[in-house]
T-cell receptor, first 114, second 115 residues
Framework: GNSVTQMEGPVTLSEEAFLTINCTYTATGYPSLFWYVQYPGEGLQLLLKATKADDKGSNKGFEATYRKETTSFHLEKGSVQVSDSAVYFCALSDRNFGNEKLTFGTGTRLTIIP | GAGVSQSPRYKVAKRGQDVALRCDPISGHVSLFWYQQALGQGPEFLTYFQNEAQLDKSGLPSDRFFAERPEGSVSTLKIQRTQQEDSAVYLC?????????????FGPGTRLTVT
């Protein structure tokens, strides 16, 4: 079956630090990969996505590259801000199953201190 | 424009009671998903609708769980004879069309607590 493994949290960083949240996946087909973010008190929202190997998704200074050879989709940001404090979820959607249900990792809570 | 809305936002049920959770997707969205999120975990897929057709219900944990979308818009997730292990946040998501290129938009969730 499909699964997503992501770096356990919580992660605490100082403002302007470099961020990496690791994510690896197992899929039976050729998945699309996503990072979703949940800010305090808000619903899940899409941060970025990549649909094929070597694609790079980017948004709000965050980036992740679809690495088929290592089955990874690590999230990075060069300089984090306090406003980036949230829970981050890596997810995949396996188009071979005929619907686009998402399989999520367990989430990584990120706290940025000023 | 309006996003996905869910009601109620919070529900407390005594063990054995039936509950109904409502999802109003974004107008015109064809696909609708239900997910269950236990505390400290990622969301887990429950069921999927394309318009009014329930095409995948493989994630429903037991026959106490039932979902419908009779007119291809509003959806209801019903849980019969609730158990403590049903306590979770239930998330609804909709997307414009089939296909992983289409973003799933999530509602705020309904937090169900079974006492």
């Amino acid at each position: 079956g499909n699964s997503v493994t992501q770096m356990e949290g919580p992660v605490t960083l100082s403002e302007e630090a470099f961020l990496t949240i690791n994510c690896t996946y197992t899929a039976t087909g050729y998945p699309s990969l996503f990072w979703y973010v949940q800010y305090p008190g808000e619903g899940l929202q899409l941060l970025l996505k990549a649909t094929k190997a070597d694609d790079k998704g980017s948004n709000k200074g965050f980036e992740a590259t679809y690495r088929k050879e290592t089955t990874s989709f690590h999230l990075e940001k060069g300089s984090v801000q306090v406003s980036d404090s949230a829970v981050y979820f890596c997810a995949l959607s396996d188009r071979n199953f005929g619907n686009e249900k998402l399989t999520f990792g367990t989430g990584t809570r990120l706290t940025i201190i000023p | 424009g309006a996003g996905v809305s869910q009601s109620p936002r919070y529900k407390v049920a005594k063990r054995g009671q039936d509950v109904a959770l409502r999802c109003d997707p974004i107008s015109g969205h064809v696909s609708l998903f239900w997910y269950q999120q236990a505390l400290g975990q990622g969301p887990e897929f429950l069921t999927y609708f394309q318009n009014e057709a329930q095409l995948d219900k493989s994630g429903l944990p037991s026959d106490r769980f039932f979902a419908e979308r009779p007119e291809g818009s509003v959806s209801t997730l019903k849980i019969q004879r609730t158990q403590q292990e049903d306590s979770a946040v239930y998330l609804c998501a909709s997307s414009l069309e089939r296909g992983s290129a289409y973003e799933q938009y999530f509602g705020p969730g309904t937090r169900l607590t079974v006492t």
